[in-house]
């Protein structure tokens, strides 16, 4: 059962006659909207997330080492003072 599929699974009851009142409708609406958020923005903050798990490290030892190769970073690494 995919994402689709359990979505529509919530939101059919059981099937009834009754008409659906205006705050249901309002619910829905947003229940919709809530699970497209979720199928657009999650995968992606999943994967930046990764990203920046794995290279952040890297990217800031490299940015560190530029700053410090054109001697406008006082600090030795992050928050270390150079020995004078």
């Given amino acids: 059962m995919g994402y689709a599929d359990w979505y529509q699974s919530t939101t059919v009851t059981?099937?009834?006659?009754?008409?659906?009142t205006p705050e249901e409708l309002e619910e829905a609406?947003?229940?919709?909207?809530?699970?497209?958020?979720?199928?657009l923005f999650g995968p992606v903050l999943a994967i930046?997330?990764?990203?920046l798990w794995a290279y952040?490290?890297?990217a800031a030892n490299a940015v560190m080492?530029?700053?410090?190769?054109?001697?406008?970073?006082?600090?030795?690494s992050f928050g270390e003072r150079k020995a004078t």
């Fill in 14 to 20: 059981d099937g009834g006659s009754f008409k659906p």
């Fill in 29 to 39: 609406r947003k229940s919709a909207t809530d699970a497209r958020c979720v199928q």
């Fill in 48 to 51: 930046l997330g990764t990203v």
């Fill in 56 to 58: 952040g490290d890297l």
């Fill in 65 to 76: 080492k530029h700053l410090r190769y054109r001697d406008l970073a006082p600090m030795h």
